[in-house]
């Protein structure tokens, strides 16, 4: 994925109508648009391609299964238009290895959870963070999910996986994270939701981001 402006939305609606129309309206603003499993369960796998448009899609489906199932989920998710998907690590190398090996072949990407943005990612996945984030540079993963809630986390994954993998990290805005303090920490993206998709002028909310975002890059 290329960084033009460091933002990715996080369009977590469950409307088509209200998807498409706040995609078309930040599109110039955006690297790619993440989607979960409440608008494709909502619309079906066919809104994908129709907001793949607009900006490349991450599908957040956290896929965490063993490696047999998990590359056909991943199998899936590329055939609808997806240009990544987002997967656990906590399942092990060998179901990490087989989606990274699917998405290689197919000039796609995966982006691997290390550790999630909420105040319960404390109860247990921190503790694994930093074996996660060495398991997906072993993987030669297209990157890692680290929390911008946690800017000091960032850094300590950045240290482990070096320049050769991404960092992609949620908590901006509605969580409390800071656009400019994570993308300092080390990350390469910042992921944005409500604070853009619930504004009355989704694309200016965007352009500020961005705005800020470039300030530091």
Same mark, same amino acid.
């Given at each position: 994925m290329e960084r033009k402006t460091g933002l990715i939305l996080a369009l977590d609606v469950t409307d088509r109508e209200? +998807? /498409?129309?706040?995609?078309?309206k930040v599109a110039g603003y955006v690297d790619a648009i993440k989607i979960g499993y409440p608008l494709v369960l909502s619309t079906g796998t066919d809104i994908?391609?129709?907001?793949?448009?607009?900006?490349p899609i991450i599908a957040d489906f956290k896929v965490a299964d063993i490696p047999n199932t998990n590359r056909l989920i991943c199998e899936q998710v590329f055939k609808?238009? +997806?240009?990544a998907v987002i997967v656990q690590g906590f399942t092990g190398h060998d179901s990490l290895e087989? +989606? /990274?090996k699917l998405a290689m072949e197919q000039k796609k990407d995966i982006y691997v959870v290390t550790e999630m943005s909420h105040p319960g990612a404390l109860d247990f996945m921190q503790q694994v963070g930093e074996?996660?984030?060495k398991m997906a540079a072993d993987a030669k993963a297209s990157g890692v999910v680290a929390p911008a809630t946690r800017p000091e986390r960032v850094t300590e994954i950045r240290k482990i996986i070096g320049n050769e993998l991404s960092i992609i990290s949620p908590g901006v805005g509605a969580q409390g994270g800071t656009a400019s303090d994570v993308i300092k920490a080390g990350a390469d993206? /910042?992921? /944005?939701?409500?604070s853009i998709y619930q504004?009355?002028?989704p694309d200016v909310a965007a352009g500020k981001l961005v705005t800020e975002?470039?300030?530091v890059l």
């Open positions: 209200e +998807a /498409v129309t706040i995609s078309e994908i391609g129709e907001l793949s448009k607009y900006a609808a238009g +997806a240009d087989a +989606a /990274v074996g996660i984030a993206w /910042v992921i /944005v939701g409500r504004s009355e002028e975002i470039k300030k």
